[in-house]
């Protein structure tokens, strides 16, 4: 069985905010299948058992806040049964530029508070993580403005392009594995993808 985590904040005021592009493709996901996410009794997170990829796998939102994020992947792992180099996290990242994916199978939390509560609630960075470029932040303006902010009009399009090939990349990552999934995905922009159907 595999974990698939989107990270997000609850609720209706952050709905489709750049912070919140992992629920965004983790629905996705579950639309891809037809299946809904729902509440579990006394289960800090919305969940679905469904497929990805070729496997078997959970499909989750955690509704506590992004900081406290590391307490239902971990509940979700242990009540499933699940090892941590199953699971894949996708979360916001506004290093890379809207449109750009950054597929890894460790690593640090860097400034995410949710990558951050993850890691502290399972003691181990050892889980993949898709980073889906939600940047640049213009200069001058807050951080916390900018991720909580909802993606200008003239990026909707993009936005909707990014959040399907981000849940390609997903499904890839169970097909064929990290290592293709990464050279296909990595270093590539939704420019670059564009393209490269077209020849």
Known sequence: ????????????????????????????????QAVALKKGFLFPGRRVQTRCGDEAAILLMPTTFMNRSGEAVWKAMRRWKIEIHDVIVIVDDVEIELGSLKVRTKGSAGTHNGLRSMIDWLQSDQFARLRVGVGPRPAGEQMIDFVLGRFRADEDLKVEKVVDRAADAVESFFSIGPNLTMSRYNGCTLEDAVEGERR
Not at 5 to 16: A, F, I, K, R, T
């Open 1 to 32: 069985m595999k974990l698939v985590v989107g990270l997000g904040n609850p609720g209706p005021e952050y709905e489709h905010t750049r912070h919140n592009i992992g629920f965004d493709v983790v629905t996705c996901l579950a639309s891809r």
